[in-house]
């Protein structure tokens, strides 16, 4: 799979989450100056409570700073566009 296999299902400023395939959630963001999609895996949990964890407040950003702190499993970004299912973990 690819980065453009993602279906966003829910946005927000600069980011939303989706899914790859059936059963990979992820979060997307937008980086650097030409908005490149980076794409963090997320649980189905997370992905039910976005509208809660992105409108956290900057100073108390606890979900969101741990889910953009996880392992990149595709991107945008030039040899990063394969979905690293290496980097897939059980949610």
């Not at 059936?22 to 409570?49: N, R």
């Not at 900057?58 to 499993?73: A, F, Q, S």
Request: net charge negative; charged share 30%.
């Amino acid at each position: 799979m690819r980065y453009t296999d993602y279906i966003r299902l829910k946005t927000g400023r600069y980011q939303s989450v989706g899914k790859f395939g059936g059963d990979i959630y992820a979060y997307e963001v937008l980086t650097g100056i030409a908005d490149t999609p980076e794409y963090h895996q997320i649980s189905k949990e997370e992905f039910e409570t976005f509208e809660t964890w992105s409108e956290e407040y900057i100073t108390d950003l606890k979900k969101l700073y741990e889910i953009i702190n996880r392992p990149v499993i595709c991107s945008g970004y030039l040899g990063r566009a394969e979905l690293n299912t290496s980097l897939l973990r059980e949610m």
